[in-house]
Every structure is written in structure tokens, then in C-alpha cells.
């Protein structure tokens, strides 16, 4: 049974910074391409950043430069390093694992940046 644990969310005030961890089990993490998407109150869920098994990440424009994505395939982990917090950048955080035949999510966990 997959399974995709998000960790490390929490409330920050506004150029602070969060470490998201998502700890995977029951699937060969290393293949998989992971990301990180968050939902807003009323908005659609947004992509934030993805990494493919090779280690090639990709980022939106209004995270680019202030977030890193990484992976530990040793521990069967991807990270979201989040500098810079801005306000709007407030929502819950889902990981995601994707290939050609499965997509799996977390649970999510909620980012709140405010002061």
C-alpha cells in the first residue's frame, strides 16, 4: 500500500522559511516523479514544483528562485525548501508521486504565512 506523509507545516511570518518533508512508502520512490502542489481556501489546486527521477526540477514563476525541490531516493523522501514566505503563499501542501501508470497524494500540510 503507497502511502505519502507530508510533514513540517506550519504558521511563519512573512520572509520567513519552511521545510516541507514527504516521506513515501510501499512504491520504488526512485522512479517516480515527485511534486509539490498547494490549495488555497476556493482556489484550484496549483502546481509548485517537481523533480522527475533523473533530479530535473521545474517551478512556477511565483515560487521560482524562493522554493527548492529535492529528493533523498536513499530515504524515500522528497523536500520543499520555502524561503521568502509571502502571505500568499498561505495553504495546504500536498505531495505528489507520479508516473505513466500511478499518481498518488498525501495527506497534505497546512503552510499559514502570516505575523
Known amino acids: 500500500q503507497v502511502q505519502l506523509v507530508e510533514s513540517g507545516g506550519g504558521l511563519v511570518q512573512p520572509e520567513g522559511s519552511l521545510r516541507l518533508s514527504c516521506a513515501a512508502s510501499g512504491m520504488i520512490f526512485s522512479i517516480y516523479t515527485m511534486g509539490w502542489y498547494r490549495q488555497a481556501p476556493g482556489k484550484q489546486r496549483e502546481l509548485v514544483a517537481t523533480?522527475?527521477?533523473?533530479?530535473?526540477?521545474n517551478y512556477p514563476d511565483s515560487v521560482k528562485g524562493r522554493f527548492t525541490i529535492s529528493r533523498d531516493n536513499a530515504k524515500n523522501t522528497a523536500y520543499l525548501q520555502m524561503n521568502s514566505l509571502k502571505p500568499e503563499d498561505t495553504a495546504a501542501y500536498y505531495c505528489n508521486a507520479y508516473t505513466l501508470w500511478h499518481n498518488y497524494w498525501g495527506q497534505g500540510t497546512q503552510v499559514t504565512v502570516s505575523s
Open positions: 523533480i522527475t527521477s533523473s533530479g530535473s526540477t
